[in-house]
């Protein structure tokens, strides 16, 4: 698990509501009222950027923890940290000197599929020339220059129009088709971990990552959903290759689809985008509107000033 980002944030989100004390949001999902309630809110310390072994760059690196892992490391739990011996023992450990009150798990949505093809012994696409050379180069020795990550990231993160690999099938059908086990795993995750008794003492969120580099030119974000109710697939950057394409396809999926859905999104290392990450521009680039900079502000509230990569403040 890679944690990048600690955020203190005072959320509207939490589930600190109390039956006789609501406070100014309407409820989204079924829990019982958290005994203890202040109307001013209370500042909670959390992580909303958090990798784990179903992140290809996390893989590369030789990370084996998943997201309960990363869950019970934030509850205050030790975690193992690479390398590992060749018994398979973790040669390091980390604990947390206080237990967050949140965490989101943000695996790159782009490569859910695929990771767990080229990972897993007599998958479709196990012994793919693409797969090998992929597992090849765990573990990497830098995170930019490792060849596997590259080997991975180059093909759909960089282009303006990113294609899948052809293991992936007609229609990226059989990655699709794994990713949706993946994804339903970060939901259960999720779950198992969410305190929803009246002590309120931890609250997850399912979210992802939508990691575009495109013309190398990082402009992720980190996607955040309210509560239980998400899309049936995490929208990635092979489906939609611009923010606008990404907030347009949320809009659809989340909240105007299923009752209950909400979502937003954090843009993250703002600083290693060129400049090009709050350009006044569509991506077609067509100047904003008022309407376009609405919109904008209404999926992405947030924005992450600072994580490990550098400070975008």
């Known amino acids: 698990m890679t944690t990048k980002t600690f955020t203190v944030l005072l959320l509207a989100w939490s589930a600190s ?3 006789a004390n609501v406070g ?18 209370n500042p909670y310390f959390g992580d909303t950027h958090v990798h784990t072994t179903y992140s290809f760059d996390a893989v590369s690196g030789d990370v084996r923890t998943g997201p309960r892992d ?36 943000t ?12 990972l897993t012994p007599g998958s479709p696409a196990y012994d793919d020339p693409d797969c090998v050379a992929y597992r090849s180069a765990i573990p990497q020795t830098d995170q930019f220059s490792s060849s596997g990550i590259q080997h991975l990231a180059i093909p759909y993160l960089v282009s303006p129009n990113p294609v899948r690999f052809p293991f992936c099938g007609p229609g990226g059908t059989v990655c699709l088709s794994e ?46 959903f ?11 950057y092979v489906e ?3 923010p606008q394409g990404l907030w347009n396809a949320l809009k659809v999926q989340c909240l105007d689809g299923p009752a209950r859905c909400d979502v937003l ?25 008022a309407a376009d900079a609405a919109f904008r502000s209404s999926m992405e509230p947030l924005v992450e000033i600072m994580q490990h990569k550098g400070e975008s403040e």
């Open 24 to 41: 100014p949001w309407a409820r989204t999902e079924t829990r019982q009222p958290c005994s203890q309630f202040n109307v001013l809110r």
């Open 240 to 242: 939609q290759p611009t």
């Open 179 to 224: 990713a949706s086990l993946v994804w339903q795993d970060i939901q259960a995750a999720a779950e198992e971990f969410y305190d929803r008794t009246a002590a309120c003492g931890f609250t997850t969120f399912v979210a992802y990552e939508w990691a575009a580099n495109t013309n190398i030119q990082n402009l992720h974000r980190n996607v955040i």
């Open 226 to 236: 309210r509560n239980e109710v998400v899309p049936a697939l995490p929208i990635s």
């Open 107 to 118: 695996d790159h949505a782009e490569f859910f599929g695929e990771v767990q093809l080229c």
């Open 70 to 105: 990363a869950y019970r490391f934030a509850q205050g739990q030790p975690i193992d940290l690479p390398p590992y011996d060749a018994q398979g023992h973790a040669l390091r450990s980390l604990q947390l000197g206080r237990p967050l009150d949140f965490t989101a798990v």
């Open 265 to 289: 999104g954090i843009p993250h290392n703002s600083n290693i985008s060129n400049g090009v990450m709050f350009l006044p521009e569509n991506a077609d680039g067509s100047p904003l509107t």
């Open 17 to 19: 509501a109390g039956a």
